[in-house]
């Protein structure tokens, strides 16, 4: 089967609809996805800058939040905005999501998109995160203690650092082989790209 | 006939593909097309940069030709690259373009793109302009003189700010009415709007 590497960010906006749409296209194509999750934050730093760019740089994000709201309604995705906080810390979800197989990984990252875009949810609060594992039939107190070990939050340092040494600067980003594909509006394209 | 206001600057590389492609689709749906040249520069400084953030930000660059090459491919648009130089100054070819009516200002632009991306050719000289303006059948003397007149300078100015104004803050954009599209990726979005 061939094969498409997702990298997203609990925090990033273009990262919700992606991750919301991905699977469905890929089962479509015979295409199977690896869930990468990773933080921008150190990406961002190492450009030099301490938020995200859509609150550095206010009229590209209130076009993103504009632009968002079409890529929403155009999937029937819910989207509610503005969001109590932007961006929220997904270093807490990325490091759990890190602890999931590939049976699971999939439906804990939608549902703390959901809860971050749709509910306006701390995705950074234990209660959040508890509640998404335990309606996944997941030991929240089990997960969230795995999250937590050093070597699971070298684990994500690790991608972090992976998704830099990539080429990776955004998220979402697609990975075929070493070629990347930036952006919710690539998806498509980076699964035909793993289909070639 | 329905409209749609194309934002574009001469050094832009996204700009490149979307002034080739516009007209042929804007016609194809009976929507008319209003060519809008202005400058990134002074809303680049406005954010605090004084260069492309594809130099400021090598990843996204390097990313920026891969997937640019990737369009162009896509549609059959010629595209030398890696370019003499980036960004081009277009200073010049958009004081120009602004003293053309609109039966001549699309065809101009076209072949300032093609000398930019395509022909490796430096945009901000007299003699590429000129070449570029005789080859219409405009005189060249008589257009670049009416560029550099005080009040086209002044014209550029305004219609930077105006863009300013209206929200963009890269480019290729798009308006229709007061709803901004920006980059290549929405052109055909907002040839669907423009006709609503």
Known sequence: MAALEFWYEFASTYSYPAAMRIQGLAEDAGVSVRWRPFLLGPIFAAQGWNDSPFNIY??????????????????????????????????KAARIALTLGDARIADFSRAVYTANFAQ???????????????RLGIDA?????????????????????????????????????????????RLAEAIVRAKQ
Chains 1, 2 share one sequence.
């Open 58 to 91: 206010p009229a590209k994000g209130r076009y993103m939040w504009c632009d968002l709201e079409r890529i929403c309604e155009a999937h029937d995705i819910p989207l509610v905005q503005p969001p109590a906080r932007f961006p929220q810390n997904g270093l």
């Open 120 to 134: 306006q949810k701390d995705i950074s609060h234990d209660a959040t995160l508890a509640g998404i594992l335990a």
């Open 141 to 185: 107190d089990a997960a969230l203690a795995a999250a937590h070990a050093p070597e699971n939050k070298e684990k994500l340092k690790n991608q972090t650092e992976e998704a830099m040494g990539r080429g990776i600067f955004g998220a979402p980003s697609f990975i075929v082989g070493d070629e990347l594909f930036w952006g919710n509006d």
